[in-house]
């Protein structure tokens, strides 16, 4: 009757760890990818306001829906309340107009204008750059308001 003595099989050698080595992550880190990502969000909302090229003008309201976007720049023409006439940015004499809007209408491929015109102009001095317009070589105008004025029905839009 001997003794005897119990050991594990295997030679104590450890499972499931690496000894010294680690193995290689195959994951992208993406928070600091989001980070980046949200600032230039915040820097574009807070931007994009301040894009808005023009001059200040009080447009009048009214309940149209606004016209469809196209790929070229739409031309702005702007009436401003002091009387002054601008193409985008431009100032540009009245006795101008006409030759400039047909200098500008050539190397167009859309003949679409937008006509910005303050509420206080008078409607004689908005028609007469409408027709200057026309005779520039732009049919398609668009009279530039803002959103929310009254109906024809009579209910706040």
Same mark, same amino acid.
């Given at each position: 009757m001997g003794a005897q003595v119990a050991t594990k099989s295997g030679g104590g050698r450890r499972r499931g760890r690496r000894s010294g080595r680690s193995k290689p992550m195959s994951e992208i880190n993406v928070t600091p990818f989001v980070d980046v990502m949200l600032c230039l969000l915040i820097i574009f909302m807070v931007a994009a306001p301040l894009m808005t090229v023009g001059v200040p003008v009080e447009l009048? &309201?009214?309940?149209? &829906?606004?016209?469809?976007?196209?790929?070229?720049?739409?031309?702005?023409?702007?009436?401003?309340?002091?009387?002054?006439? *601008?193409?985008?940015?431009? &100032?540009?004499?009245?006795?101008? *107009?006409?030759?400039? *809007?047909?200098a500008i209408a050539a190397e167009r491929d859309s003949n679409q204008v937008f006509l910005r015109a303050d509420g206080a102009i008078p409607y004689e001095q908005v028609m007469q750059v409408m027709g200057a317009l026309n005779a520039g070589g732009f049919r398609e105008i668009g009279l530039v308001t803002d959103a929310g004025g009254p109906a024809l029905d009579g209910s706040e839009g």
């Amino acid at each position: 009757m001997g003794a005897q003595v119990a050991t594990k099989s295997g030679g104590g050698r450890r499972r499931g760890r690496r000894s010294g080595r680690s193995k290689p992550m195959s994951e992208i880190n993406v928070t600091p990818f989001v980070d980046v990502m949200l600032c230039l969000l915040i820097i574009f909302m807070v931007a994009a306001p301040l894009m808005t090229v023009g001059v200040p003008v009080e447009l009048p &309201e009214t309940a149209a &829906e606004a016209l469809p976007g196209d790929e070229e720049e739409p031309l702005s023409i702007t009436l401003a309340a002091d009387g002054r006439v *601008l193409i985008q940015t431009t &100032e540009v004499a009245l006795a101008d *107009l006409i030759p400039r *809007l047909q200098a500008i209408a050539a190397e167009r491929d859309s003949n679409q204008v937008f006509l910005r015109a303050d509420g206080a102009i008078p409607y004689e001095q908005v028609m007469q750059v409408m027709g200057a317009l026309n005779a520039g070589g732009f049919r398609e105008i668009g009279l530039v308001t803002d959103a929310g004025g009254p109906a024809l029905d009579g209910s706040e839009g």
